[in-house]
């Protein structure tokens, strides 16, 4: 069974666009993250989600909007994408939000704007 | 940010002890070390870490110097499999009370066959 699951795999879409990636854990945990990795392979936190509440913001366009519905579940819509949101979008998940808890990792979303 | 220095590759063969060292001189008495591991088109996968003492796993050992200024971790038995970035973390900052991993260019391990 997968623990992080990303949806979809791919995603290949024109600038201007919204779409929306979807992340599910069934590892029980409280903690969710969204990564963007560049394509020079930089892994960067974009945000952090514990129960439901954000608890990490980093310096991220508005046009990025997470949302968790439930504990299990962090979705990502992004407005208007731009060339630059080009990237591979990890979602991962930790027992906790603490710095004790290993994260969990997705196999990724790789988005491409035309 | 504690910063990390890892050398950008390094070889392997087989069946070896593949040793990745971490230099981490500007570490502070409550920051943790981390290793996480990004095999080719995956995403980033938890190995070990690690405060003052050395620790074992399944997967790998972690050496601490005593100065904590630096780490080695040890994949006792590399396979082919074991190719992959490796990626040490020192720098876990806590935003409300959160984690968070920053990453580096990591170390790309080949295993030789």
């Known amino acids: 069974d997968t623990a992080v699951s990303q949806t979809p795999k791919y995603l290949v879409t024109q600038m201007g666009n919204d779409k929306s990636i979807k992340c599910e854990q069934n590892l029980g945990h409280d903690t969710m993250y969204w990564y963007k990795q560049d394509s020079k392979k930089f892994l960067k936190i974009m945000f952090s989600y514990n129960n439901k509440e954000l608890i990490i913001n980093e310096t991220v366009p508005n046009r990025f909007s997470p949302k968790s519905p439930d504990k299990a579940h962090l979705n990502l819509h992004i407005n208007s994408l731009e060339l630059g949101d080009s990237a591979v979008y990890f979602c991962?998940?930790?027992?906790?939000?603490?710095?004790?808890?290993?994260?969990?990792f997705g196999d990724g979303t790789r988005l491409s704007i035309l | 940010d504690a910063k990390t220095t890892q050398p950008t590759s390094m070889d392997c063969a087989e069946g070896r002890a593949a040793n990745l060292p971490c230099n981490h001189s500007t570490i502070s008495g409550n920051e943790y070390v981390y290793w996480y591991r990004q095999i080719h088109s995956q995403g980033p996968q938890y190995i070990i870490h690690g405060l003052k003492n050395n620790e074992t796993n399944e997967m790998a050992s972690l050496i601490i110097t005593e100065d904590r200024k630096s780490s080695t971790l040890i994949l006792p038995h590399a396979t082919l499999r074991d190719t992959a970035v490796y990626y040490c973390i020192v720098r876990v900052r806590e935003g409300q009370g959160a984690q968070k991993l920053v990453f580096g260019q990591g170390t790309r391990l080949t295993i030789n066959p």
């Open positions: 991962a998940s930790s027992a906790g939000p603490g710095q004790y808890q290993p994260q969990h």
